[in-house]
């Protein structure tokens, strides 16, 4: 594909492109997928073509092609600079790129444990291994579905552009993602989702221990089913877990720090931004609100070593110790602000335009054990796990609705209560973080962006923190 | 591309009858489709699609694969098909499993192709501008969206002997404009069938609101009478319209879990179709992914379930009747319609005491679809209407409620209905505003 790709990138300067780029990118996967252990199907795809990306008349075209032959290059790369030109009579300020230092280099990620290492019945039967320890761990409830979707895939790029990049990159990743629901005749329902993901093979299998955590997980839900009571209604110590935290910090630091939002660029879809531009250096939470995004954790479901412009991957500080510090850039967006791209122009597949995106965002880790957190709560909730969020378009206002969820009574884990709604503006958060535990753990996701809408796998993480003193929402229970 | 379309899909199915599979299907798809993003009023990007995609569906003795490709060349696909065929040895029989369905005689769609969405796919610039232009007439400071315009050809073959070919065109344009102090206003149109006006019309709804907005007050939390604009009540009723996917009931993915046709489960006021048929909205096609002829249906009449959205597979499974929704796997609304009531906008707002209006929401998400417990958060303008009358504009609030009690506290409905399709509410729609009583508005507490 190299030659397809160097040649788009020339023809496109030679016609009289500022700048050009251009990207094989194929997604290829395979899927299983079953209800109750019992196999519903296969699935097997690859997504494969190259996008161009140029800059013609001081406008942005993008076109993509899945014909892989020069006629159809040669067509693609006509079309986007075309479009470009004809649009460049609305432009009022012309897209320009900042300077940056572009890579040239090949990586490769391998499976410690290869995808073929298990064979294809053994798949299956873990999925049926799955469905039989739930059902053997509830006792007066019944689990009514467990729909798993098991997949491993591989992302192949090429990337060249104008500038001089050339980046060859090959990722692998494993991914899981169950719905399961347990009910009782008298008592509703439970539901739980889950994803896991990351990069690297079926090691990531035993890793999860998936069987025995989903058997002690159904359990859980079962006794949350049947004894969960209404959270209490007057302000409570509050012990945030990390899946939460990880979840939080993505929504209310990671996004709104992309920097084609602050500007405007995704505003009728994403939205916008309550982060303005020239606000780095304000205070947004207190000392222990430092937010990092970093493409390059190894195994990360996020990772890559060098973002779909050519720019080398580095961690970013968004928020340090309760400052904004640093946003996610793109070569476009780092003009603007007159600094150098941090590497975060990704894109899903050779259809889409590479955009400003999070790899793995997580909350800088602190120095208290969970025993720590709870010993002087005299009344709290420890939320674990959650099922329903939400966060408005400008990342302020947001809300996490409990699924694993406890009391704590005189610094003591007690019963569970039943759907606790944390309803908190992003700098209520940040600036209520009182303590934080010391261990990060990180949790799986696809995060969403851009027109046509890019799903792009994702870690998010952090510890358990504490906030006191918090006036719980209103919950549907 | 008629002809080459379909001999894609007949090789593809006489290949898998080479390589062992029982019964198959091969769904191609080639498009044409240019997107103008608009930011900060002026162009952000211009895209550009060109490309071919391939969905098979293969059977062997009750075993079921589905591939997807945007492929390179057949040949990948041949080598896949039969690396699948030893794939399918080795796993059980799909308790999904049901034979593919004779060919039943179609009856085509006339209208679908739009030659203007064609030419335009070339140079769509003029129509960015007729965006831009509408919205400024307002006194607003920037404007942001999408002008999408596609013309996509399809063509179904499958082992049973359907062979089938459609082609159609459709544009959406969403806008959103922006008016300081902190007012904003979004909406959307759709069809398959270039509209000027409709676009002007976008743009000038969007940018109102958006000036109508300025000055947001603080609003209590509590319970009000809420009236939900097309956007709003779209985006969960395209929610709702999933949950009667067969099969998604059968994966614990909806609230129609436990009910049954004949049930009651939203306001009598309330209907809502499935119309595949009609010509206007960009999903109409007169043939589902089994080749089975589509028709239109009322999913929710008079506040009665009438009907799940069925493919043959999960109709044999619940002992149905296919409904022409398929998706082989999982069947799907084609396009969103409901019935007109007899209110304006105006005389809706009068016959609210204390209320509030919404008129742009996103992230939807719920906490258990069984029961349809969710939450969702308002942008851009919403009102606080007080004794008949919208008594000022307040700051964006969360609606924190069960779906089924939206459904059935459904009071009146506009009579004027509006084409929506969007970034939350991707199954094009046709409905009005609809006014809902005693909804559950909740803020931060923190």
Redesign the interface.
């Known amino acids: 594909m190299e030659d397809l790709v160097l040649y788009a990138v020339d023809y496109a300067r030679s016609i009289g492109a500022t700048y050009a780029e251009a990207r094989y990118h194929r997604n290829s996967s395979r899927s299983i997928v079953s209800n109750n252990g019992l196999i519903l199907g296969v699935g097997s795809g690859a997504v494969e073509g190259i996008g161009i990306r140029v800059v013609a008349g001081g406008a942005l075209g993008f076109s993509a092609t899945n014909r892989l032959e020069r006629s159809s290059i040669k067509n693609a790369v006509d079309k986007a600079i075309a479009q470009a030109r004809n649009t460049s009579r609305l432009m009022k300020y012309p897209i320009e790129l900042a300077e940056s230092k572009l890579g040239r280099a090949k990586y490769f990620v391998l499976e410690a444990k290869r995808f073929d290492s298990l064979s294809f019945e053994e798949k299956a039967g873990f999925h049926s291994d799955l469905w039989k320890a739930i059902s053997r761990s509830i006792c007066e409830a019944k689990a009514n579905t467990l729909f798993i979707e098991y997949t491993e895939s591989f992302e192949e790029k090429v990337v060249a552009n104008s500038d001089g990049a050339f980046i060859e990159s090959r990722v692998p990743r494993i991914s899981l993602f169950y719905n399961l629901v347990i009910t009782h005749p008298q008592k509703g329902s439970i539901q739980r989702w889950e994803m896991l993901g990351a990069s690297g093979g079926l090691e990531w299998l035993d890793k999860w221990g998936l069987i025995n955590k989903l058997e002690e997980d159904a359990k859980t839900y079962e006794k949350i089913l049947l004894t969960a009571i209404e959270p209490p209604k007057n302000a409570v110590d509050l012990v945030i877990g990390s899946e939460i935290v990880g979840l939080m910090v993505h929504e209310s630091c990671g996004h709104p720090s992309e920097a084609d939002r602050i500007l405007g660029r995704e505003a009728a879809q994403a939205g916008k931004s309550f982060i303005k531009k020239g606000m780095v250096g304000e205070r947004i939470g207190n000392e222990n609100a430092t937010v990092i995004d970093d493409p390059s954790i190894p195994g990360s479901y996020g990772f890559y070593l060098y973002d779909d412009e050519g720019v080398p991957a580095k961690p970013r500080y968004l928020y340090k110790e309760g400052v904004i510090s640093e946003h996610l850039h793109n070569r476009w967006t780092a003009r603007i602000y007159g600094v150098e791209s941090n590497a975060a122009a990704r894109s899903m597949d050779y259809k889409s335009e590479p955009i400003v995106r999070m790899a793995n965002t997580y909350l800088k880790s602190g120095n208290y054990r969970f025993e720590e957190l709870i010993e002087d709560i005299e009344l709290g909730i420890y939320m674990k796990s959650y099922m329903e969020w939400n966060i408005d378009d400008e990342r302020w206002s947001q809300r996490y609705v409990g699924l694993e969820a406890y009391l704590i009574e005189r610094g003591e884990i007690k019963g569970f209560v039943r759907n606790p709604a944390l309803e908190i503006t992003t700098g209520g958060f940040y600036n209520n973080i009182d303590a934080v535990g010391r261990e990060v753990k990180f949790y799986a996701g696809t995060c969403g962006k851009g027109e046509p809408p890019q799903g792009v796998p994702v870690w998010f993480g952090g510890p358990d923190v504490r906030l006191r003193n918090v006036r719980l929402g209103v919950s549907i229970t | 591309m008629n002809e080459e379309l379909l001999r894609i899909s007949e090789d593809l199915v006489k290949r898998a009858s080479v390589e062992g599979f029982n019964e198959s299907a091969a769904l191609s798809i080639s498009t044409r489709r240019?997107?103008?993003?608009?930011?900060?009023?002026?162009?952000?990007?211009?895209?550009?699609?060109?490309?071919?995609?391939v969905i098979i569906y293969l059977a062997k003795d009750k075993?079921?694969?589905?591939?997807?490709?945007?492929?390179?060349d057949e040949s990948?696909i041949y080598k896949?098909m039969a690396d699948?065929l030893k794939?399918?040895a080795?796993?059980?029989e799909?308790?999904?499993y049901a034979p593919l369905p004779e060919p039943i005689e179609v009856k085509p769609l006339d209208g679908l192709v739009d030659k203007e969405i064609v030419e335009r796919l070339?140079?769509p610039?003029a129509l960015?501008?007729v965006a831009?232009e509408a919205a400024h007439r307002e006194n607003i400071d920037?404007m942001?969206?999408?002008i999408?315009l596609w013309y996509r050809e399809k063509a179904l073959s499958t082992s049973s002997g359907a062979s089938l070919y459609e082609d159609s065109t459709g544009f959406q344009t969403?806008?959103?404009a922006?008016a300081e102090p902190s007012g904003s206003g979004?909406w959307s149109t759709c069809s398959t069938r270039l509209d000027l006006r409709s676009i002007e019309e976008t743009a000038l709804t969007a940018a109102k609101y958006a000036v109508e907005s300025r000055y947001r007050e603080k609003v209590e939390?509590g319970r009000y009478d809420v009236i939900m604009s097309p956007m709003v009540f779209g985006n969960l009723l395209e929610l709702t319209m999933h949950m009667a996917s067969a099969f998604n009931v059968?994966?614990?993915?909806s609230m129609f879990m436990n009910k049954k046709p004949g049930d009651k489960v939203a306001s009598d006021k309330l209907r809502v179709f499935d119309e595949p048929r009609n010509t206007e909205l960009p999903r109409a096609t007169s043939f589902d992914d089994e080749g089975v002829p589509t028709y239109n249906k009322a999913v929710i009449d008079g506040g009665i379930f009438k009907t799940l959205l069925h493919n043959s597979k999960t109709a044999s499974k619940m002992s149905a009747t296919t409904t022409g929704n398929a998706g082989w796997?999982s069947p799907a609304p084609w396009n969103i319609t409901v019935n007109r009531g007899d209110y304006s906008l105006d005389e809706m707002i009068s016959e609210v005491k204390r209320g509030i209006l919404v008129t742009n929401n996103?992230?939807?998400?719920?906490?258990?679809?069984?029961?349809g417990?969710?939450?969702?958060?308002?942008?851009d303008a919403v009102f606080l209407i007080e004794n008949g009358k919208i008594s000022k504009s307040i700051e964006?609030i969360?609606i924190?409620?069960?779906l089924p009690s939206i459904l059935n506290n459904i009071e009146a409905l506009g009579k004027n209905v509006y084409n929506i399709m969007w970034?939350e509410v991707t199954i094009p729609s046709k409905l009005p505003y609809i006014l809902i009583k005693d909804v559950?508005v909740?803020?931060?507490?923190?």
């Open positions: 240019t997107m103008l993003k608009v930011a900060n009023s002026e162009p952000s990007v211009i895209q550009h699609w060109n490309s071919l995609s075993r079921i694969i589905i591939m997807e490709f945007y492929p390179r990948e896949s699948l794939v399918a080795k796993i059980m799909s308790p999904l070339e140079e610039s960015a501008e831009i920037s942001a969206g999408t999408d969403y806008l959103r922006f979004q939390v059968l994966m614990g993915l796997i996103w992230y939807t998400r719920l906490q258990n679809y069984v029961e417990v969710f939450s969702t958060v308002s942008r964006k969360r924190a409620d069960r970034w559950n909740t803020k931060p507490t923190l």
